[in-house]
């Protein structure tokens, strides 16, 4: 592992933890050059499945993506990196563990705005007028009303996430 600092390949693990989750195990390390500490985080590898775009192309499933948008859609809301990482984590392992080989983007994106509505109707809205790609300020008030009368539509296969 190279020290962030001075980039020496040389270090000492100092501590190790595993998440609650136990899927995650950060490791506090030492270099053993300029005596500077750093964190690092590990996960498993794991084969996840591919994403369907709207055009058709197929892309792996990168759990990046996922949080970059929603990182956009939370920014200045009083939502906590704790809450924003695991809302993620959540998601990346409800499609790990249904096993499927591929995945439709919009069923990503519509598994995303039900997770955002439980943890922010703000950032839902604003992720929502993005991934639907509102024409107009018509189309952006009626999905305010929609989700002030019953909530986001989701996939079936959602509502047990």
Known sequence: MKCPFC???ENR???????????????????????KRYTTYERIEEILPMVVKKDGRREQFDRLKIKAGVQ???EKRPVSVEKLDQLISEIE??????????I????????????????DEVAYVRFASVYREFKDIGEFMKELKSLKDSGPKQPEAVARL
């Open 72 to 74: 956009r859609a939370c």
């Open 13 to 35: 693990v100092i501590d190790s933890r595993l998440s609650k989750d136990g899927d995650i195990t950060r490791r506090r390390r030492e270099c053993v050059q300029c005596d």
């Open 7 to 9: 980039n020496h390949l």
């Open 93 to 102: 392992r409800y499609y790990f563990d249904r096993g499927d080989r591929e």
């Open 104 to 119: 439709q983007s919009q069923d990503i994106g519509a598994t995303v705005m039900v997770k955002l509505k439980e943890l």
